[in-house]
């Protein structure tokens, strides 16, 4: 049988994509390789042929996932009301709770990126600083920036780790408090003057 020129790029973007939302659901590291197969219907042995490795697929996944991540964390750009504040209401909400193969990577995969390469480490700091910078210009706070992004993760997990709903439903909305109290505190405080030599 004969493959189009496209072919191998195809398969290789497909298992890329389902091996996103197979990690950020159930974890990359206990997902063998010939389950990420089977989800696009290939056997295990055809692996090789697009990745060299199974660390390899990892980090191409998250070299993908971090821009993601930055969207839902950084904003909306074309939101009629406040873009970050909508993009942070959205993160800290019970859909995402739900849904974590369509949403942010670092709260389920967070302890394996801890663990992986170096490279894959520096990929994950390196749009984790993006955010950083965007939200640093938005609060005009650096620690209130990395403290948005923290309880933002944080809270995720610990709703995740709950079994009933009334419990997630209490966590997301005090953190979606804390959240909004953070960032208009920060936002709306008037900037020190400059010093002056006298």
Known sequence: MRYSS???????????????????????????????????????????????SKQALFQSLIEAEIDHSAEMLAGVQNASDDPVLQSLHRYLSAYHVDHPEQGCMLPTLGPEIARATPEVRKAVESGLKRIHHYLSDQVGESDAAWALIAQCVGALILARSMESDEARRDILHACRRTVDDLYQIRKNRPKAPPSVDS
């Open 6 to 52: 496209t072919h191998k790029e195809e398969i290789r973007n497909k298992l890329l994509a389902n091996s996103r939302a197979i990690a950020k659901r159930g974890g990359f590291e206990s997902t063998g390789v010939d389950a990420l197969m089977k989800a696009i219907g290939l056997t295990g042995a055809a692996f090789y042929n697009h990745f060299p």
